[in-house]
């Protein structure tokens, strides 16, 4: 992964989680683009990626962790039943963004660490948990940012569905 690629995610990235922190109606579009661009890292960075050794291992965890995320995101985000409208209002939490700015921060921090004087260290780390080398360690980074928007997706539309599905609706706030 070049540097262009790294800092053009991260912007991406930022955009995305800038315009989920707003009070927006819910609709297709406001997961079209995040599902989007996780089918897209998921094709182009996790799919085809090596299997052997401890990669699979490293992939779970990745995965996981991102899932983690994810759900945690989903469960604070903001889905409430817009007064008089009836149309339902979905507000991103800053606590979850701040989380994702921090892990996004990491993945930079990491790569520069990697290519200026780490280079040795993650090599050995690879070598004694028999991880086959770069490709599964960019591959297990895009897995956890496409499984924590995929979660998210999720525990969303879940939360949607709930709402819409109460004659009375519920509020339920984010942080």
């Known amino acids: 992964m070049s540097s262009t690629e790294i800092v053009v995610l991260v912007a991406l990235g930022l955009v995305l989680i800038v315009s989920q922190v707003r009070t927006r109606p819910f609709g297709p579009r406001m997961l079209a683009v995040p599902v989007g661009v996780a089918c897209w890292m998921g094709y182009g960075y996790v799919y085809g990626a090596p299997t052997i050794a401890n990669d699979l291992r490293l992939y779970v965890i990745a995965g996981a962790v991102g899932a983690g995320i994810g759900l945690l995101g989903g469960a604070l985000t903001a889905v409430e039943r817009q007064p008089g409208a009836g149309a339902v209002l979905v507000r991103g939490s800053w606590i979850y963004a701040g989380l994702l700015v ?16 780490g280079a040795a260290r993650v090599r050995q780390f690879c ?16 897995l956890m940012i496409v499984a924590t928007i995929l979660a998210r997706a999720a525990v969303l539309l879940g939360r949607v569905a709930l709402l819409s599905a109460r004659p009375g609706g519920i509020s339920l706030a984010g942080y």
Do not use: C, N, S
Not at 102 to 117: P, Q, V
């Open 102 to 117: 921090a892990l996004l921060g990491g993945r930079l921090a990491f790569a520069y660490y990697a290519e200026h004087g």
């Open 127 to 142: 070598i004694d948990h028999q991880i086959t080398g770069q490709a599964p360690i960019v591959a297990a980074l895009m």
